[in-house]
């Protein structure tokens, strides 16, 4: 419950930083130039984009273990191999 509320806090503290900047300006990223973005669209995308990038990270870290757990073989109980019997 503590950290919705602390995630609804920076929500609001992210929208009224959107609300309050509604100015266009030019945005330079590498080799491209775009000619006229709202402020509020900027602070808006990155805030979303830093939020999935999060995300995904933890959900990364919450996988990793699992898959290193499948690859590795049980020592404990391993598993009855099957014999065969050479035909003579």
């Known amino acids: 419950m503590r950290r919705l509320t602390i995630y609804l ?3 609001l ?6 609300l309050q900047n509604r100015q266009g300006l030019r945005l330079h990223i590498f080799f491209w130039t775009i000619p006229a973005v709202s402020v509020s669209l900027i602070v808006l995308g990155s805030t979303l984009l830093g ?3 999060g995300v995904s990270f933890r959900i990364y870290d919450h996988v ?3 898959k290193r757990q499948r690859k590795e073989p049980d020592t404990a109980n391993p598993e009855p191999v099957a014999e065969t019997k050479s035909q003579e």
């Open 9 to 11: 806090g920076i929500a």
């Open 51 to 53: 939020a999935l990038l």
């Open 64 to 66: 990793r273990p699992l």
């Open 13 to 18: 503290l992210v929208a009224v930083l959107a």
